[in-house]
């Protein structure tokens, strides 16, 4: 059977990221994804121009529905928006014991534009990070959430605040590789992907989704990240161009 996974994230009118992103990524590694929708946000490939959230109260309904009648296997939380929305997700999460949790902390749009209202990145950080699982930052968002430059000083203090795994993502260096980082306790672990020449929309939400998914398959954690990385590159490997902004990943199974 597919592992259920509940995707809390925000909805990307464009396609190219947020919920559309998400249960495609799940879809492509195996699993089946089910949602609830943070937020419509007004956004296509070129930039994001606003958000609206979804009353608390509805979300809430929902979640009461979707887990009177599914058990799931793994949770990946991407676009939160509020502070009050992260009180809200840190008590659904805890009528999900034992459940592996992916967190993408979304601050801004890839291609531009807050995602974000009032002081979300400490809220974040304290709040629902430590009951997760891995944060899969990237770099920008990883330095905002430690106040610290650079990923080696960045990353294990995020480790250290949450007590949980972050893995790093190196897609916003100035490289010739992308090296992504995963910091867990006083372990280490590096990987090196070529770079690839274009700008893309929605390869966070993608990479932590197919983590997700091969966590609920029973993945151990650099399981999950190796597979998910693999699939991403491919996925980025094929992109396209839908607009006049960034590109698409054409999200295919492995």
């Known amino acids: 059977m597919k592992p259920n996974i509940l995707v809390i994230a925000g909805h990307d009118p464009s396609g190219g990221a947020g919920i559309h992103a998400d249960i495609e990524a799940v879809h492509s590694l195996g ?59 840190a008590h659904l999460l805890a009528r999900l014991p034992g459940v592996p949790v ?90 090196d992907w070529p770079r690839l020449p274009d700008v893309y929309h929605g390869s966070g939400c993608s990479l932590a989704s197919a983590m997700a998914c091969r966590l609920a398959l029973g993945d151990d954690l650099d399981g999950a990240a190796e597979t998910a990385q693999r699939w991403l590159h491919q996925a980025l490997r094929h992109a396209w161009r839908p607009g006049g902004g960034q590109h698409v990943p054409d999200r295919r199974p492995l």
């Open 102 to 191: 992916v967190l993408d902390p979304v601050l801004a749009a890839e291609a531009g534009g807050s995602l974000a209202r009032g002081d979300l990145a400490e809220v974040m950080l304290t709040r629902l990070a430590p009951l997760t699982t891995v944060l899969t930052p990237n770099l920008p968002e990883a330095e905002l959430l430690a106040g610290a430059d650079g990923v080696q000083a960045a990353g294990p203090r995020i480790a250290e605040r949450c007590g949980q795994a972050v893995l790093v993502t190196g897609t916003h260096d100035d490289t010739d590789q992308v090296s992504n980082h995963l910091f867990d306790g006083d372990r280490r672990r590096r990987w």
């Open 31 to 89: 699993g089946f994804a089910s949602t609830l929708i943070t937020a419509l946000t007004v956004q296509n490939s070129r930039n994001v121009s606003g958000f609206q959230l979804t009353p608390i109260d509805l979300l809430e309904q929902q979640a009461d529905a979707l887990l009177a009648d599914y058990q799931f296997q793994a949770v990946k939380i991407g676009m939160t928006g509020s502070v009050e929305m992260v009180e809200w997700i």
